[in-house]
C-alpha cells in the first residue's frame, strides 16, 4: 500500500482528513478488507478507527459485508469517483486519441496524470498480445522509475520538482531503478534534450517503455502518455518508431484541452 501512516497527524487535517486516510486505506488493499486488517497499519487509536468507519458506512462511502465482515468502497464513492474521473482527468478528452494511437502501435498505451509525487494512471489499452504488468487504469506508481513519471517530472518548474523529488521513496525495484534525486536530475536533462523519457526496465523486469509528456498550451504539464512492451518483442530502440504516431496523439490531445478547465497542478 502507498499509505504513509503520519501523514495525517502531519498535515493535521481533522476529522475529515483522518476519514480520507481510512478511504485510502481501504482502497489500497484492491479487496474487502477486515477491520482488524484497518487497525494494523492505520494511525488511529481503535475506538477513532471504529467510529470513522462506522460514519464513512452510514454515508455510503464504504460498503460493509455482514456475511464476510469486511469493509470495501460504498457505491456514493463509486458515484463520485466517475464524476472526478469524467470532469478532472484526462481520460474522456484523450478516450479516441488513446484508440487511434494502440489500433496503430499494437502494444500497451497508458494515460497518467501527476498525483502529488506520484503517477496516477488514468487510462490504458492493451496489447494486440497482452503483456502482464502491474498498471491498470485507478492505481498509483511511483514517478522516479516510470516512463510517465519521469516525462512528468521533466517538464515541472523547478520549485515543484524540488518539491516532488523529496517525496519520492527511491526504493530499487530492479537492477536499473535510479535511487537518488542527483541522478534523476541527470536523467532529466537527457530527457529534456530527448524531447522523450524511457523506462529501462526501472520498474519492472522485462518492461520498458517510451513515453511523451502532455503540456498546456503555456507548457503546464498535464499528464503524459506512454507506449508499453516488454524486452522480449523488441528493444527501445526499435520502440523510438512509435515516436510520430505519439507525438500526433499528444498534439491531438493539447488542441482538445485547449478549452477544458483543468485542475491547477501547478502547487505540485
Known amino acids: 500500500m502507498n499509505i504513509q501512516p503520519d501523514a495525517v497527524r502531519e498535515r493535521g487535517d481533522g476529522t475529515v482528513g483522518k476519514a480520507l486516510d481510512v478511504l485510502d486505506r481501504v482502497s489500497a488493499f484492491g479487496r474487502p478488507v477486515r477491520f482488524s486488517e484497518l487497525l494494523e497499519t492505520a494511525p488511529f487509536p481503535k475506538a477513532t478507527l471504529y467510529r470513522l468507519v462506522q460514519t464513512l458506512t452510514s454515508q455510503g462511502m464504504l460498503r460493509f459485508d455482514a456475511d464476510r465482515g469486511t469493509y470495501a468502497p460504498g457505491m456514493r464513492l463509486v458515484r463520485m469517483a466517475h464524476a472526478a474521473w469524467a470532469q478532472s482527468s484526462l481520460a474522456p478528452i484523450a478516450r479516441d486519441h488513446l484508440d487511434g494511437l494502440s489500433a496503430v502501435v499494437g ?4 494515460l497518467a496524470q501527476l498525483d502529488g509525487g506520484q503517477v496516477l494512471y488514468v487510462d490504458k489499452r492493451n496489447a494486440a498480445r497482452p503483456v502482464r504488468m502491474y498498471s491498470e487504469a485507478g492505481k498509483i506508481g511511483p514517478a522516479y522509475c516510470t516512463g510517465v513519471g519521469k516525462a512528468m517530472l521533466a517538464y515541472l518548474p523547478e520549485s515543484v520538482l ?3 523529488l ?3 521513496s527511491w526504493h530499487r525495484f530492479t537492477d536499473t531503478t535510479l535511487t537518488d534525486a542527483d541522478a534523476m536530475r ?3 536533462l537527457a530527457i529534456r534534450a530527448a524531447g522523450f523519457a524511457l523506462d529501462r526496465e526501472e520498474h519492472e523486469p522485462g518492461i520498458h517503455c517510451i513515453a511523451l509528456p502532455i503540456l ?3 507548457g503546464q504539464v498535464m499528464g503524459a502518455l506512454s507506449v508499453t512492451s516488454s524486452t ?3 528493444t527501445l530502440t526499435e520502440m523510438e518508431r512509435y515516436l510520430p504516431q505519439m507525438r500526433l496523439a499528444v498534439e491531438k490531445i493539447s488542441g482538445d484541452m485547449r478549452d477544458w478547465r483543468f485542475p491547477d497542478q501547478r502547487e505540485g
Open 162 to 164: 524540488d518539491k516532488v
Open 107 to 110: 502494444e500497451t498505451v497508458h
Open 186 to 188: 541527470t536523467e532529466i
Open 232 to 234: 522480449d518483442r523488441g
Open 216 to 218: 498546456s498550451a503555456t
Open 166 to 168: 523529496v517525496q519520492q
